[in-house]
């Protein structure tokens, strides 16, 4: 495996083996890596004949600059570990020698996919998750693109920009991935302490909760009623959004039962900001 930082040594490697003509595939992540993003190397190295797994961490996806810079960096355990999962090179640039100076992002209007839920509780945070894809997909033009069903609703913003922009692309999405007691894997979740952690895991019970009220004949609204009222009895964690979307447009979901129904939720727990999400039927 090979290790490349610049994108004159990632289209020098790209050329020499050949990638225009093979199947390739692409993770890209923010590094930190967890069982989540091995699962998502393994399958895309099952998937073509070449991988490159990207690590950056994309300032202009953060809205605050206090959480930027307590983003964990761990690039030579990230290489270790793509590695081991099957990666064919790590492409790990400067936000610098990425962007070709200045990292900056313009602003980006796909409805609710983009204004709301985390849109409306982080302002910018999609433009810059569409900066960085954009470029990332020009620079390596892979054959396939996978992402995590963690970030729900940067998936969608995804698969909008690829179809925009990059049509011949496919983007994939791998499951979600918890530890033994429900936790969503989560980069972020190294900054909690071991009670933070035991807060964490309501909210995939919170989750758990309103599927099984639904399931026993709740209407969408007072299944996630229940929710709510569960997590506001809690002082250790801070609920910014309970709700049921369609996850492919992430409007609220109110409707008929189907399958792009999800329930989703962000909440903060020791200061740290934590997303997860499951099928509103399971």
Not at 109 to 130: C, M, S
Request: proline share 4%; with cysteine; net charge negative.
């Amino acid at each position: 495996m090979v290790l490349l930082h610049s994108l004159e040594e990632l289209h020098k490697w790209q050329h020499q083996s050949g990638w225009s003509v093979r199947k390739t595939c692409f993770v890209p992540t923010m590094g930190a890596l967890h069982e989540g993003h091995v699962s998502l190397i393994r399958q895309a190295s099952k998937r073509g004949d070449l991988l490159v797994v990207s690590i950056l961490v994309n300032p202009t996806q953060f809205d605050k600059k206090s959480d930027y810079d307590a983003y964990p960096v761990t690039l030579e355990q990230d290489v270790a570990i793509a590695e081991e999962a099957g990666a064919d090179a790590v492409f790990a640039p400067s936000a610098e020698e990425l962007y070709g100076g200045i990292p900056a992002a313009s602003p980006v209007d796909y409805g609710p996919l983009t204004q709301a839920y985390e849109g409306a509780h982080r302002p910018g945070h999609f433009d810059g998750v569409v900066a960085v894809v954009d470029l990332l997909f020009d620079a390596v033009k892979p054959t396939f693109a996978f992402f995590g069903e963690k970030d729900l609703q940067q998936v969608a913003v995804v698969k909008r920009l690829a179809e925009e922009r990059h049509p011949k692309l496919e983007v994939l999405v791998g499951s979600l991935v918890r530890d033994g007691q429900g936790l969503a894997l989560s980069s972020r979740n190294a900054r909690l302490d071991e009670q933070g952690l035991f807060a964490a895991r309501h909210l995939s019970q919170t989750i758990r909760q309103v599927q099984s009220a639904f399931a026993e004949g709740a209407s969408v609204s007072e299944a996630l009623e229940l929710g709510r009222l569960q997590l506001l009895e809690r002082h250790d964690v801070v609920l910014e959004y309970l709700d049921a979307v369609d996850a492919r447009t992430f409007r609220p979901f109110r409707g008929q039962m189907s399958d792009s129904a999800y329930v989703v939720i962000a909440a903060q727990v020791q200061d740290v900001r934590l997303i997860d999400n499951g099928p509103l039927r399971t």
